[in-house]
């Protein structure tokens, strides 16, 4: 176990799409207890494998209620919508309005290549969204308007230089 850094925009690993996990081994095992106490260490609730350099599908979340580990996770529900302010540890400094489902059904595998299935709203299913949103190479400045995504990057890559 060990906290990892945390890469930053504009890195490319952070834009690409992540690969699937075919068989889940020690070495991703390894990965999520690091990425677990990386997020906690950094005072985030959700951190996705890329931002830690590691472009594979997985993802893991604690808003207080416990960790959640997934390995390939899909969201295969979607309900409501609510727009709510984000931020992001590989985008300092910036947060956006983003407007996301309310509730979602999601599933993908746990440490020992379970299927998980559940469903989660509010909050928890926010975070969901925003880390598999990182295995599609898919930022917050994404959502934001072709203006607004221009000063958006002019501050993060100002802030990147420091
Ligand atoms: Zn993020």
Redesign the pocket.
């Known amino acids: 176990m060990a906290v990892l850094k945390i890469l930053k925009f504009p890195n490319p690993i952070l834009l690409r799409r992540s690969r699937v996990v075919e068989i889940v081994r020690p070495e991703d095992r390894e990965l999520l207890d690091s990425m677990l106490e990386t997020m906690r260490f950094n005072q985030g609730i959700?951190l996705?494998a890329p931002?830690v350099g590691i472009s594979k599908r997985i993802i893991v979340i604690d808003i207080g209620r416990g960790p959640i580990e997934l390995i390939n996770p899909v969201i295969n529900k979607r309900a409501g919508s609510e727009k709510w302010e984000e931020g992001?540890?590989?985008?300092s400094g910036i947060t956006l309005k983003i407007k996301r489902a309310k509730r979602i059904g999601y599933k993908g595998l746990d440490r020992e290549g379970r299927l998980v299935e559940a469903e989660a709203e509010g909050l928890l299913a926010r975070a969901i969204q925003?880390?598999i949103?990182?295995l599609d190479g898919r930022?917050?400045i994404y959502y934001a308007n072709p203006i607004k995504r221009i000063y958006l990057k002019r501050i993060l890559l100002k802030s990147s230089c420091l």
């Not at 992001?88 to 985008?91: D, F, I, V």
């Open positions: 959700g996705a931002q992001c540890l590989s985008l925003h880390e949103d990182h930022l917050l």
